[in-house]
Protein backbone atom coordinates (compact mmCIF):
# COMPACT_ATOMS: atom_id res chain seq x y z
CA UNK A 1 0.00 0.00 0.00
CA UNK A 2 1.21 3.70 -1.05
CA UNK A 3 2.06 5.49 1.28
CA UNK A 4 -0.23 8.52 1.85
CA UNK A 5 -1.33 11.39 4.79
CA UNK A 6 1.15 12.13 7.25
CA UNK A 7 3.32 8.58 6.34
CA UNK A 8 3.97 10.52 2.53
CA UNK A 9 4.40 13.96 4.02
CA UNK A 10 7.15 12.48 6.57
CA UNK A 11 9.22 10.93 3.70
CA UNK A 12 8.43 13.83 1.19
CA UNK A 13 10.51 16.00 3.79
CA UNK A 14 12.75 13.60 4.43
CA UNK A 15 13.84 13.53 0.45
CA UNK A 16 13.81 17.35 0.13
CA UNK A 17 16.09 17.48 3.82
CA UNK A 18 18.66 15.13 1.81
CA UNK A 19 18.74 17.19 -1.17
CA UNK A 20 19.39 20.24 1.34
CA UNK A 21 22.67 18.10 2.94
CA UNK A 22 24.03 17.15 -0.84
CA UNK A 23 24.14 21.04 -1.14
CA UNK A 24 25.92 22.26 1.94
CA UNK A 25 28.99 23.23 1.14
CA UNK A 26 31.21 22.63 4.45
CA UNK A 27 34.22 24.74 3.84
CA UNK A 28 34.84 26.00 7.10
CA UNK A 29 34.23 25.59 10.96
CA UNK A 30 31.09 27.86 11.04
CA UNK A 31 29.73 25.97 8.43
CA UNK A 32 30.03 22.98 9.89
CA UNK A 33 28.36 23.88 13.12
CA UNK A 34 25.65 25.37 11.45
CA UNK A 35 25.04 22.02 9.37
CA UNK A 36 24.91 20.24 12.67
CA UNK A 37 22.52 22.75 14.55
CA UNK A 38 20.52 22.87 11.55
CA UNK A 39 20.11 19.49 11.00
CA UNK A 40 20.83 17.25 13.90
CA UNK A 41 20.34 19.71 17.12
CA UNK A 42 18.72 18.24 19.83
CA UNK A 43 15.52 20.74 19.60
CA UNK A 44 15.70 22.90 16.30
CA UNK A 45 17.32 19.83 13.75
CA UNK A 46 15.33 19.32 11.24
CA UNK A 47 15.86 15.37 11.10
CA UNK A 48 15.50 15.56 15.02
CA UNK A 49 12.49 17.23 14.34
CA UNK A 50 11.25 14.27 11.98
CA UNK A 51 12.20 11.29 13.96
CA UNK A 52 9.98 12.74 16.69
CA UNK A 53 7.15 12.92 14.66
CA UNK A 54 7.28 9.16 13.76
CA UNK A 55 4.36 8.23 16.42
CA UNK A 56 2.27 10.48 13.82
CA UNK A 57 2.44 7.89 10.77
CA UNK A 58 -0.31 5.01 10.87
CA UNK A 59 1.24 1.82 12.33
CA UNK A 60 1.73 0.16 9.10
CA UNK A 61 3.69 2.74 7.21
CA UNK A 62 6.02 3.39 10.45
CA UNK A 63 8.74 1.16 9.14
CA UNK A 64 9.29 2.74 6.58
CA UNK A 65 9.51 5.95 7.67
CA UNK A 66 11.57 4.64 10.29
CA UNK A 67 14.19 3.14 8.38
CA UNK A 68 13.74 6.20 5.54
CA UNK A 69 14.42 8.81 8.52
CA UNK A 70 17.50 6.90 10.19
CA UNK A 71 19.32 6.56 6.82
CA UNK A 72 19.05 10.53 6.11
CA UNK A 73 20.55 10.55 9.76
CA UNK A 74 23.45 8.59 8.91
CA UNK A 75 24.03 10.31 6.03
CA UNK A 76 23.65 13.67 7.45
CA UNK A 77 26.32 12.50 10.30
CA UNK A 78 28.66 10.98 7.60
CA UNK A 79 28.77 14.28 6.33
CA UNK A 80 29.09 16.10 9.19
CA UNK A 81 32.12 13.95 9.96
CA UNK A 82 33.68 14.77 6.97
CA UNK A 83 33.14 18.83 7.23
CA UNK A 84 34.99 18.36 10.75
CA UNK A 85 37.84 16.54 9.22
CA UNK A 86 38.37 19.23 6.58
CA UNK A 87 37.98 21.81 8.50
CA UNK A 88 40.79 20.90 10.95
CA UNK A 89 42.78 20.18 8.15
CA UNK A 90 42.54 23.59 7.04
CA UNK A 91 42.66 24.79 10.65
CA UNK A 92 46.58 23.08 11.40
CA UNK A 93 47.98 22.81 8.12
CA UNK A 94 47.94 23.19 4.71
CA UNK A 95 46.03 20.65 2.62
CA UNK A 96 48.48 19.12 0.01
CA UNK A 97 48.26 17.68 -2.84
CA UNK A 98 47.16 13.77 -3.51
CA UNK A 99 45.41 11.87 -1.50
CA UNK A 100 46.55 12.25 2.36
CA UNK A 101 44.88 9.06 3.47
CA UNK A 102 47.45 7.24 1.16
CA UNK A 103 50.42 5.18 3.43
CA UNK A 104 53.80 7.54 3.54
CA UNK A 105 56.85 7.06 0.64
CA UNK A 106 59.61 7.41 3.24
CA UNK A 107 61.72 4.58 4.34
CA UNK A 108 60.45 2.64 7.07
CA UNK A 109 63.07 1.13 9.52
CA UNK A 110 62.38 -2.68 11.06
CA UNK A 111 63.84 -3.33 14.11
CA UNK A 112 67.79 -4.63 14.68
CA UNK A 113 69.77 -6.25 17.78
CA UNK A 114 72.56 -3.51 18.51
CA UNK A 115 76.01 -4.81 17.63
CA UNK A 116 76.93 -4.49 21.97
CA UNK A 117 74.33 -6.97 22.10
CA UNK A 118 75.11 -9.12 19.62
CA UNK A 119 78.71 -9.26 20.51
CA UNK A 120 77.94 -10.07 24.41
CA UNK A 121 75.33 -12.60 23.16
CA UNK A 122 77.98 -14.02 21.10
CA UNK A 123 80.68 -14.34 23.77
CA UNK A 124 78.37 -15.81 26.57
CA UNK A 125 77.47 -18.43 24.43
CA UNK A 126 81.04 -19.14 23.69
CA UNK A 127 81.67 -19.98 27.09
CA UNK A 128 78.69 -21.23 27.91
CA UNK A 129 79.56 -24.02 25.05
CA UNK A 130 82.96 -24.22 27.46
CA UNK A 131 80.85 -24.92 30.28
CA UNK A 132 80.67 -21.99 32.12
CA UNK A 133 77.36 -20.12 33.86
CA UNK A 134 76.05 -16.70 34.38
CA UNK A 135 75.96 -14.94 37.24
CA UNK A 136 74.47 -11.44 37.50
CA UNK A 137 75.32 -8.63 40.36
CA UNK A 138 74.23 -5.12 41.21
CA UNK A 139 75.52 -2.22 39.27
CA UNK A 140 75.70 -0.19 42.48
CA UNK A 141 78.33 -1.07 44.68
CA UNK A 142 80.18 -0.82 47.87
CA UNK A 143 83.72 0.14 48.02
CA UNK A 144 84.35 -3.42 49.72
CA UNK A 145 83.25 -5.52 46.48
CA UNK A 146 84.62 -3.36 44.76
CA UNK A 147 88.25 -2.83 45.45
CA UNK A 148 88.66 -4.15 48.94
CA UNK A 149 88.10 -7.80 48.69
CA UNK A 150 89.82 -7.57 45.02
CA UNK A 151 92.97 -6.88 46.92
CA UNK A 152 93.14 -2.86 45.90
CA UNK A 153 95.36 -1.32 48.66
CA UNK A 154 93.77 1.37 50.67
CA UNK A 155 95.86 4.37 48.48
CA UNK A 156 95.17 2.26 44.68
CA UNK A 157 94.93 5.38 42.21
CA UNK A 158 91.49 3.47 41.33
CA UNK A 159 90.01 4.48 44.54
CA UNK A 160 90.29 8.49 43.75
CA UNK A 161 87.52 10.35 42.68
CA UNK A 162 88.80 11.03 39.30
CA UNK A 163 88.46 7.43 38.46
CA UNK A 164 85.67 6.32 39.84
CA UNK A 165 82.32 7.65 40.57
CA UNK A 166 81.20 7.78 43.79
CA UNK A 167 77.62 8.09 45.03
CA UNK A 168 78.94 8.35 48.65
CA UNK A 169 82.63 8.70 49.34
CA UNK A 170 84.04 6.22 52.28
CA UNK A 171 84.67 8.34 55.25
CA UNK A 172 84.55 7.45 58.72
CA UNK A 173 85.79 4.48 58.39
CA UNK A 174 82.58 3.14 56.29
CA UNK A 175 82.66 2.29 52.82
CA UNK A 176 81.72 4.19 50.21
CA UNK A 177 78.94 3.53 47.50
CA UNK A 178 79.54 4.11 44.34
CA UNK A 179 79.04 2.68 40.22
CA UNK A 180 80.96 -0.21 39.91
CA UNK A 181 84.03 -0.18 37.77
CA UNK A 182 84.52 -3.63 36.89
CA UNK A 183 82.01 -6.29 36.72
CA UNK A 184 84.72 -8.28 39.21
CA UNK A 185 82.40 -7.79 42.68
CA UNK A 186 79.97 -10.39 41.13
CA UNK A 187 82.94 -12.97 41.17
CA UNK A 188 83.32 -11.54 45.27
CA UNK A 189 79.57 -11.55 45.97
CA UNK A 190 79.08 -15.59 44.01
CA UNK A 191 82.37 -16.68 45.85
CA UNK A 192 80.39 -15.68 49.24
CA UNK A 193 77.46 -17.18 48.29
CA UNK A 194 78.65 -20.86 47.78
CA UNK A 195 81.48 -23.18 47.95
CA UNK A 196 84.04 -24.21 45.03
CA UNK A 197 84.11 -25.13 42.48
CA UNK A 198 83.58 -22.17 40.53
CA UNK A 199 82.94 -21.55 36.98
CA UNK A 200 81.25 -17.88 36.22
CA UNK A 201 81.07 -15.69 33.81
CA UNK A 202 80.17 -12.42 34.80
CA UNK A 203 78.65 -9.95 31.68
CA UNK A 204 77.63 -6.33 32.63
CA UNK A 205 78.11 -2.54 32.38
CA UNK A 206 80.60 -0.72 34.44
CA UNK A 207 81.23 2.57 34.77
CA UNK A 208 84.87 5.34 34.77
CA UNK A 209 84.88 8.75 35.59
CA UNK A 210 87.09 8.96 31.56
CA UNK A 211 87.38 11.52 29.00
CA UNK A 212 84.56 11.13 26.83
CA UNK A 213 86.76 10.41 23.36
CA UNK A 214 86.50 8.31 20.14
CA UNK A 215 88.25 5.65 22.00
CA UNK A 216 86.68 6.08 25.42
CA UNK A 217 83.58 6.27 27.15
CA UNK A 218 81.66 6.76 30.56
CA UNK A 219 80.23 3.43 30.58
CA UNK A 220 81.01 0.11 28.63
CA UNK A 221 80.75 -3.35 29.13
CA UNK A 222 82.49 -5.95 30.59
CA UNK A 223 82.83 -10.26 30.76
CA UNK A 224 84.97 -11.59 33.67
CA UNK A 225 85.23 -14.87 33.94
CA UNK A 226 86.53 -17.08 37.11
CA UNK A 227 87.56 -20.38 37.69
CA UNK A 228 88.09 -21.52 41.16
CA UNK A 229 88.98 -25.57 41.54
CA UNK A 230 91.48 -27.83 42.86
CA UNK A 231 94.87 -28.00 40.50
CA UNK A 232 93.85 -25.42 38.94
CA UNK A 233 96.81 -24.04 36.17
CA UNK A 234 97.79 -20.92 34.36
CA UNK A 235 97.74 -23.59 31.37
CA UNK A 236 93.88 -24.33 31.78
CA UNK A 237 93.46 -20.60 31.48
CA UNK A 238 95.99 -20.07 28.26
CA UNK A 239 93.74 -23.14 26.75
CA UNK A 240 90.50 -21.52 27.50
CA UNK A 241 91.23 -18.08 26.54
CA UNK A 242 92.99 -19.91 23.03
CA UNK A 243 89.45 -21.62 22.75
CA UNK A 244 87.50 -18.29 23.33
CA UNK A 245 89.51 -16.48 20.36
CA UNK A 246 89.90 -18.52 18.04
CA UNK A 247 85.89 -19.07 18.07
CA UNK A 248 85.00 -15.70 18.06
CA UNK A 249 88.03 -14.30 16.02
CA UNK A 250 88.64 -17.29 13.74
CA UNK A 251 90.44 -20.31 13.78
CA UNK A 252 93.60 -18.08 11.77
CA UNK A 253 93.58 -15.04 14.30
CA UNK A 254 97.24 -14.74 15.73
CA UNK A 255 97.55 -13.92 19.40
CA UNK A 256 100.18 -13.34 22.27
CA UNK A 257 100.46 -13.32 25.92
CA UNK A 258 102.34 -10.64 28.06
CA UNK A 259 102.89 -10.26 31.34
CA UNK A 260 101.09 -7.57 32.97
CA UNK A 261 99.92 -6.28 36.48
CA UNK A 262 96.70 -6.51 38.38
CA UNK A 263 95.88 -6.24 42.00
CA UNK A 264 93.92 -9.64 42.24
CA UNK A 265 95.85 -11.88 40.09
CA UNK A 266 99.50 -13.26 40.19
CA UNK A 267 100.96 -13.97 38.03
CA UNK A 268 98.92 -11.84 35.64
CA UNK A 269 98.92 -11.88 32.03
CA UNK A 270 97.27 -9.91 28.82
CA UNK A 271 96.19 -11.08 25.57
CA UNK A 272 96.93 -9.34 22.33
CA UNK A 273 95.19 -10.56 18.82
CA UNK A 274 97.14 -9.49 15.56
CA UNK A 275 94.56 -6.86 13.92
CA UNK A 276 95.28 -6.78 10.33
CA UNK A 277 95.09 -2.62 8.97
CA UNK A 278 96.25 -2.56 5.03
CA UNK A 279 97.03 1.25 5.53
CA UNK A 280 99.24 0.76 8.51
CA UNK A 281 103.28 0.95 7.87
CA UNK A 282 103.56 -2.54 9.37
CA UNK A 283 100.28 -4.42 8.02
CA UNK A 284 98.52 -4.49 11.09
CA UNK A 285 99.24 -3.81 14.87
CA UNK A 286 98.77 -5.71 17.82
CA UNK A 287 95.46 -5.18 19.86
CA UNK A 288 95.00 -5.74 23.87
CA UNK A 289 91.44 -7.69 24.47
CA UNK A 290 91.71 -8.60 27.68
CA UNK A 291 93.65 -9.43 31.23
CA UNK A 292 94.24 -11.98 33.23
CA UNK A 293 95.76 -14.23 35.68
CA UNK A 294 96.12 -17.08 38.07
CA UNK A 295 93.84 -15.32 41.30
CA UNK A 296 95.72 -14.02 44.37
CA UNK A 297 95.81 -15.72 47.30
CA UNK A 298 94.37 -12.49 49.14
CA UNK A 299 91.51 -12.17 47.64
CA UNK A 300 90.43 -15.78 47.81
CA UNK A 301 91.21 -15.52 52.03
CA UNK A 302 89.05 -12.53 51.62
CA UNK A 303 86.19 -14.59 50.93
CA UNK A 304 86.54 -17.90 53.15
CA UNK A 305 88.21 -19.98 50.45
CA UNK A 306 91.62 -21.68 51.40
CA UNK A 307 94.22 -20.67 48.80
CA UNK A 308 96.28 -24.16 50.28
CA UNK A 309 93.76 -26.16 48.71
CA UNK A 310 92.41 -24.19 46.39
CA UNK A 311 93.52 -22.27 43.21
CA UNK A 312 91.66 -20.06 40.23
CA UNK A 313 92.11 -17.99 37.62
CA UNK A 314 90.17 -14.78 36.36
CA UNK A 315 89.91 -12.67 32.83
CA UNK A 316 88.22 -10.19 32.04
CA UNK A 317 87.62 -8.84 28.96
CA UNK A 318 85.83 -5.46 27.48
CA UNK A 319 82.90 -5.75 24.65
CA UNK A 320 83.09 -2.23 23.11
CA UNK A 321 86.71 -3.51 21.53
CA UNK A 322 85.78 -6.61 20.07
CA UNK A 323 82.43 -4.92 18.70
CA UNK A 324 84.96 -2.21 17.01
CA UNK A 325 86.89 -4.60 15.63
CA UNK A 326 84.62 -7.25 14.16
CA UNK A 327 82.13 -4.35 12.74
CA UNK A 328 85.14 -2.08 11.46
CA UNK A 329 83.56 0.51 13.56
CA UNK A 330 86.60 3.32 14.50
CA UNK A 331 84.85 5.67 17.00
CA UNK A 332 82.90 4.22 20.48
CA UNK A 333 81.05 6.86 20.82
CA UNK A 334 78.54 5.82 17.98
CA UNK A 335 76.97 2.68 20.00
CA UNK A 336 75.69 5.32 22.83
CA UNK A 337 74.48 8.11 19.89
CA UNK A 338 71.20 6.51 18.51
CA UNK A 339 72.14 7.29 15.16
CA UNK A 340 69.43 5.70 12.24
CA UNK A 341 72.48 5.86 9.62
CA UNK A 342 74.69 3.95 12.55
CA UNK A 343 71.88 1.51 13.71
CA UNK A 344 70.36 0.27 10.34
CA UNK A 345 74.07 -0.95 9.39
CA UNK A 346 72.77 -4.19 11.74
CA UNK A 347 69.30 -4.88 10.42
Given at each position: ???????????D????????I????L???????????????????S???????????P?????E???????????????????L??????D??????????????????????????????????????????????????????????????????????Q???????????K??V???TH????????????K???R????????????IT???????????????????????L?Q??????????G???????????????E???????????????????????L???M????V??????D?????G???????????M??????????????D????????
Amino acid sequence: MEPSGIASELLDQADAIRRQIEAEKLDSAEAVEQFRVRYLGQRRGSITKLLGRIREAPPHHRREVGQKLNALRAFAKARLSEGLRRSKLQDNAPILPGDITLPGRHRTYTGAVHPITRTLENITDIFARLGFSIADGPEIEDDWHNFTALNFPPDHPARDMQDTLFLEEPKDGKDGVLLRTHTSPVQIRAMNAGKPPFRIIAPGRVYRNETITYKSYCLFHQVEGLVVDEETSMADLKQVLFAFVRAFFGEHVRLRFRPSFFPFTEPSAELDIWWELPDHPAGGQWMEILGSGMIDPNVLESVGIDPERYTGYAFGMGVERPAMLRYHIKDIRMFYENDLRFLTRFQ
